[in-house]
């Protein structure tokens, strides 16, 4: 570089370069930071100071009230309500009562859970939004299986449960017992 042309970006304009921001605690800089959550902004001067905030922050959700709703345990109002894993409708009376209404799931009368042979297998939601199928005795029971069951035995093992799933081929069963996994024809 000549003595006189100037850098292409100056030291404030460069694009790479973040803001400076100041922690509101101390006064001393914010620097992003990784954890298992994801990024973050956090005081350099930790941890002397503990202040974090995220780096996008997330859009407020406003409890909407479920007008001519009632609770079934309490008789107040449901409402709308954001937790952890989303959107769900509790009730308003909340911690008094902690009445979650939840998602009609469908319960196979014909398919007896094959580990603790009382409760029946029913269709569930993990917090992923994907679909699973556990044992209705839970948490006694903690059986669950990824496909949807079948009744019927294995040919091969006689484990009492048979799993429905589609394969490039089209549909088979299989047995549901890990150690055996048998493919019915």
Known sequence: MTKDSKPLFSQHEHALEKAYEVCPECGSELA???SKAGAFLGCVNYPTCTYTRPVIEQEKFETQILAGSICPECSSELAVKQGRYGLFIGCTNFPECSHIEQ???????????????????AEKQSRYGKTFYACDNYPKC????????????????GFKLLLSRSMAAGDILQCADKKCSHIHK
């Open 32 to 34: 992003v930071k990784n």
């Open 103 to 121: 998602e009609a799931s469908e319960v196979f009368e014909d398919v007896h859970c094959p580990k603790c042979k009382k409760g029946h297998l």
């Open 142 to 157: 903690k059986y669950a299986i990824n496909h949807k069951p079948v009744s019927g035995s294995c040919e091969k093992c």
